[in-house]
């Protein structure tokens, strides 16, 4: 599956980063992780410093699949408004969901800083009603999260225009969000990871697995097997062949970024991330180097061809959209790329085994925009229940809320 187009910046930036053996004899581990994108690697990393033996394995080049195309922003404020999850299910998921995003982010920050020069930075994000009918479900959003102890702040069309100079209706004001290069942080953490003896293989394709009672054996695609008590599939976007159940689409989304600005242009967006509420909706924020990195004009279709042709087309309309928005800005595209990208229907992720497989074989979907925050969550809820723990977000992030 060809899961990116055009220059994904993050990409270009790096290069290849690490070069991992491919996997060339038969091995066993307590858990084999397929898939080394960030997804694999947070949860690699949390297994293997919790004591577990783990093997890593990828097809590609580490972190090429949809990491590398990633914006990375880190919100603890998922595409489903919190009011609606609690209509959806209840009062108690919709917090634990958006609480367990707010801790992620802490989560994320302290793994950021001990693996080291991978662009993290917080900042703030300012989350903009697009038109006035969106206005008072923004304020019933704002609603619920101030009842609730969200770090949030009102901004009415006034306040909006004059500490932000934006003109729409409302805005909510968080207070914690961040920023990484989620490639670096899933390349330096899969290579400290192999450094303390992880063994980490590339360019190895897993074709099938094998359950029994005891173990799950694993087939390469060139014709070595992997026994392990547990397998965590964390295939991103590519996990749905492995599941006769639909569980997501996939579609395309579609971004750019400019080259670096001056940080007295870049104004407040140099600390802070915007996005909005139309679905599907325009996002920014910018780089350690002073980059502004936009996305958005997802679109239902996921045929590479067709979003290879579509990167520039999309770019200069994201690009339009900037300068309508911040016309003091000169934010052409240096880089523009898309790749896959899909959600589940009610924005939440999905971690855990699933009936096809029975209870040795993990899945870590961690579809939707926030993606990464999901990663950093599953990463503690799939060792729980590799460990045989209890886990709060078993059921809500599970096979099992699909009926
Ligand atoms: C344009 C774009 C913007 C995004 N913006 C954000 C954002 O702002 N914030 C956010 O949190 N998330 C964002 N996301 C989502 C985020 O990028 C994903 O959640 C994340 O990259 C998924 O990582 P992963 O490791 O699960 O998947 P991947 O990075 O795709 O890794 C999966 C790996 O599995 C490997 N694999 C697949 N099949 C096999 C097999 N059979 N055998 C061996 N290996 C296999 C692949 O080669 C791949 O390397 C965005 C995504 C896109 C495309």
């Given amino acids: 599956m060809d899961l990116k187009s055009g220059y994904p910046f993050w990409a270009v930036k790096n290069g290849l980063m690490y070069a991992f053996p491919k996997l060339d004899a038969d091995v066993s581990c307590d858990v084999a992780v397929v898939g080394a994108g960030i997804t694999g690697a947070l949860i690699a990393d949390e297994l293997v410093s919790h004591g577990h033996d783990v093997v890593v394995l990828d097809q590609r080049d580490i972190c090429w699949g949809s990491t590398s195309a990633s914006t990375a922003l880190l919100q603890y404020e998922i595409d489903t408004h919190g009011i609606d999850l609690a209509r959806r299910y209840d009062q108690d998921s919709a917090l634990l969901a958006y609480e367990s995003c707010l801790t992620a982010i802490s989560q994320l920050e302290e793994l950021s800083h001990s693996v080291g020069d991978v662009d993290f930075a917080n900042c703030e994000s300012l989350y903009y009603a697009s038109n006035r009918a969106d206005h008072p479900g923004l304020e019933d959003e704002f609603a619920w999260r101030k009842r609730y102890g969200f770090p949030v702040r009102w901004l009415d069309r006034t306040a909006l225009k004059d500490e932000y100079g934006l003109t729409a209706p409302s805005a909510i004001l968080s207070s914690v969000a961040a920023r990484v290069d989620p490639y670096r942080l899933g390349s330096r953490l899969l290579r400290r990871m192999q450094r303390q003896g992880t063994q980490v293989f590339d360019r190895t394709r897993v074709d099938s697995l094998t359950t029994s009672d005891q173990s799950v054996q694993i087939s390469t695609a060139a014709g070595m097997s992997i026994r392990a008590k547990h397998v ?3 295939t991103g976007y590519e996990s749905q062949s492995w599941l006769s159940q639909r569980v997501a689409k996939n579609r395309s989304s579609y971004a750019y970024i400019s080259d670096p600005i001056d940080r007295g242009e870049l104004r407040w967006l140099a600390s802070t991330m915007l996005w909005e509420s139309a679905r599907p909706y325009l996002y920014m924020r910018t780089t350690g180097d002073g980059r502004l990195l936009v996305g958005g004009e997802d679109d ?27 016309p003091h800005l000169d934010a052409q595209p240096a880089f523009a790329w898309a790749g896959t990208f899909a959600e589940t229907s009610d924005g939440l992720p999905l971690f855990g085994c699933h009936p096809q497989y029975g209870p040795r074989v993990l899945f870590a979907m961690a579809f939707g925009g926030n993606g990464i925050t999901y990663s950093m969550l599953g990463a503690g809820l799939l060792r729980a229940q590799i460990e045989g723990r209890p886990h709060p977000l078993t059921g809500l992030f599970g096979f099992s809320r699909l009926g």
């Fill in 232 to 234: 965590i599939v964390a």
């Fill in 300 to 326: 239902d279709r996921d045929t590479p061809a067709r979003r290879d042709r579509l990167v520039d087309r999309k770019a200069a309309t994201l690009q339009r959209k900037v300068s309508r928005l911040f």
